[in-house]
């Protein structure tokens, strides 16, 4: 049987970090950095990363069953230039680089949601395309390869004001990943290649993470636990679920939140220590500590004083 994968080194755990990353202390020198949005089963990232090994890469891709697959192919790499991360770009883009960090950004056939309704799932807005221009250094290159030229039409209509020159090749199949393959099975034979080279650089402020606090309660009732669902300032928290055990004294609740395109769902338990009960994150809740997980945990915490 195949090995699963050989190596999880290329996989990187964000929450063990401090944000901005330290690229130079994760790659453990200071070779230029270059990202590769979706890298799904991780064909390009591979050759990119065994091709230049004066270079550090770094793939961003949302599904596991695709990283496994990455992870498979980067054991056959005898390099360290390479890292892998389970994140949504924008979030990564948000906390994890500082401005003038990134050399390059390879991106081969985003999803182009090419119904009207979904084109506020599309990647390529005029604000994802300036937060991207100013993580880019002076010079960097954003390349964006699809088979859908209607949405190369759309990011032209993103580009004003987001600093870039715009370069559009028509090109035959070149990248041989596996959703190229799939287009070329089913006939496609040009494919677009947009180059957006920085010229001027946009102002973003680095985002930072939130101070999570704990907190302590003299007294708690689970049986008069009531929470309200709450959305404002670009902050929605949702309860999903609260579950109690009597017998451990513990209580946990299931709640979702969602920061501007940052959504995620987070556990919040609530126990009883020998001077009260104390309010916090769950063990283990995979989570960037932003103002809306800081929201919740205050939120949970006003609803337990008026439970008690
Ligand atoms: C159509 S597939 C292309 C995969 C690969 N580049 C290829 O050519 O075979 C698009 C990939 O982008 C990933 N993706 C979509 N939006 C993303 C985002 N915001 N951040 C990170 N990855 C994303 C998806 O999980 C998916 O694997």
């Not at 550090?56 to 599904?63: L, Q, V």
């Not at 390479?82 to 003038?100: C, K, Q």
């Not at 993580?135 to 004003?160: F, M």
Request: proline share 5%; with cysteine; hydrophobic share 40%.
């Amino acid at each position: 049987m195949k090995p699963f994968y050989v190596s999880l080194r290329p996989f990187l755990d964000y929450r063990s970090f401090k944000y901005p990353m330290d690229w130079g202390k994760v790659f453990g020198n200071d070779r230029p950095l270059e990202v590769e949005i979706g890298s799904g089963n991780g064909e390009y990232l591979a050759r990119l990363s065994q091709g230049q090994p004066e270079v550090n890469f770094i793939g961003f891709e949302e599904y596991c069953e695709r990283i496994h697959k990455t992870l498979r192919k980067l054991s056959r790499n005898k390099q360290n230039n390479v890292r892998i991360l389970r994140m949504d770009i924008r979030t990564a883009f948000d906390f994890l680089f500082s401005p003038h960090s990134v050399q390059y950004v390879h991106c081969l056939f985003p999803p182009p949601w090419p119904k009207k309704s979904d084109a506020k799932h599309r990647l390529f807005t005029t604000n994802f395309l300036k937060l991207t221009n100013n993580r880019l250094v002076k010079g960097g290159v954003l390349k964006i390869v699809t088979d859908q030229y209607p949405y190369i039409l759309w990011i032209e209509e993103q580009l004003p004001g987001a600093g870039f020159d715009r370069q559009l090749n028509h090109i035959a199949a070149t990248y041989d990943t596996k959703f190229e393959r799939k287009w070329v099975e089913e006939g496609q034979k040009e494919f677009f290649e947009l180059l957006l080279t920085k010229v001027e650089n946009i102002d973003i402020t680095q985002k930072k993470e939130e101070n999570l606090k704990y907190y302590i309660l003299d007294r708690f009732d689970p049986h008069h636990f009531h929470m309200e669902e709450f959305s404002a300032s670009g902050i929605a928290v949702i309860f999903k679920d609260f579950l109690y055990d009597p017998a451990r004294k513990t209580a946990l609740l299931h709640v979702l939140v969602n920061d501007e395109h940052v959504f995620q769902n987070i556990r919040i338990t609530i126990f009883q220590t020998s001077d009260g009960w104390r309010l916090k994150l769950a063990e283990g809740t995979m989570l960037m500590p932003t103002a809306g997980v800081a929201k919740a945990l205050e939120l949970v915490y006003q609803a337990a004083l008026v439970s008690a």
